[in-house]
């Protein structure tokens, strides 16, 4: 998490969450069909002819996903693959640019202006070359396709019209209503983009020399990843992987299946193992220093100073803009800072951070020797079985704020461990900060005696499934042998 310069704001009329929903569906999903044309390689509009709008484009992804990864080999190494994919393929070579982020999300993604990211969590969960090659095919599919240009179009349409279902009948329930239904059959169409885009990206790969089954198997490592994510949440192990009428994604396992026929089995291509580990070979695991470390239920943030920690049963999740920490009974709470200093006193101060949210019962107090202050949202209509809960603090020169919310019909303690999980908030010491170090990927051969849980266990403790993700790390499955010099990802502390 980075210090953001703005909070959020909760909206205020049903009409604006028409349009928070809308903005969902615009930001969410990869993004879409048949052979790219002959002439595709001209459709792309390339950073040369449009460089504003391609540097905008590109701008915002890189601060969305942590920035550009620069350490090593490694960003070399994926420009290197995209370019052979590029000039196999006969595609224009000043349209495309490949670029690492520093992210430990599992994605990929490209703009309209040929600018392909994938995330180093992509790179840990990948094992070979061609697997690489097969999720960059996937997203210059898309931009081949104009994939995301369609999708806006047809969205925006869904936008317009729902704006003037709303101004005329005044019932913004009812335009909500009006965009859901026209939003899922948008999305349905969005996910024959993705099974197109499967479909190109096969050929991109095999044309290239690559093994054809590449995309197969890279589309299997997102779904093992679907799965732990799932185990790790506590939820089915389908739950990431079920259709639903809203679903913006096909089903991974369809799309497996999908590619699978499409390769028609292994023609021997390329895989690449061996420079594809060597490539990731200590590459940065996990969250970065500059936006401080979620291990296990603590957050720690070195650089800033500070750390917390999550009640018992809470998953916490770091991005750039926020930690957030998932519990049971759909009880969660959001942690920001800012680097606007209290002024007029605490509660003021927490009230200009949130005006579009009503606090009643503000008061302040005081959360490890630091000046802080509280209050609860009042409840409305739409939210009535909801219990909310602010805190802010005082952490020169700024400060940092707990947004804490609890169901009403769960346990009546969920709001009060929120609380108490707000009030853990400290000064880190300078011993603390200084033994809290980042975590690595490296690459290493198993000697004889290594055991899969001895290997995992080099991880930290309190990094969670440990076991669970040093297979998914290595393509692996329960009771799988390692062989002895069988080169290996082992996630150490630093």
Known sequence: MRVPTRDERWPRRALVLLLAAFGFALATGCTPQGDPPATAASQVTTRAERPAAADAARTAALRRYGGAYTEGPLAGYVEQVGRRLVTANGLEAGAWRFTVLSSPTVNAFATDYGDVFVTRGLLAVLQ????????????????????????????????????????STRDPQLALAFAQLELAQARA???????????IATRLVTKAGYDSAAAVRSL??????NILQARILGLPLDAFERQTVFATHPRTADRVEMARREAGGSNGGRREEDAYLSAIDGM????????????????????????????????????PQSVQAHGPDNAFMVFACTSRPPEDGMVDAMRRLFPSMPLTDARTLTINGLDAATGVTARSATSGDVDGRVVAIHFPPGMCTFLLVSRTLGPAARAQELFQAAQTFRRLSTAEAANTRPLRLVVEPVKPGDTIDRLAGRAPAEEPHRVERFLL????QPGDRLLPGQRVKVVVSQ
């Open 189 to 199: 169409y969005s996910r024959d983009q993705e099974f197109e885009a499967d479909r």
């Open 473 to 476: 790390l290595n393509g692996l």
């Open 128 to 167: 070979d070359e061609a697997e690489l090659a097969a999720a960059m095919g996937h997203e210059i599919g898309h931009v081949l396709a104009r994939h995301a240009a369609l999708r806006r179009a047809q969205e925006a349409r869904v936008y317009q019209t729902a704006i003037q279902v709303a101004r």
């Open 284 to 319: 940065l695991y996990g969250d970065t220093p500059q936006e401080g470390y979620a291990r296990g239920r603590r957050f720690l943030h070195p650089q800033l100073g500070f750390a917390f920690e999550a009640p018992a049963g809470y998953t916490l999740y770091n991005n």
């Open 220 to 225: 299997q490592r997102l779904q093992d990843y």
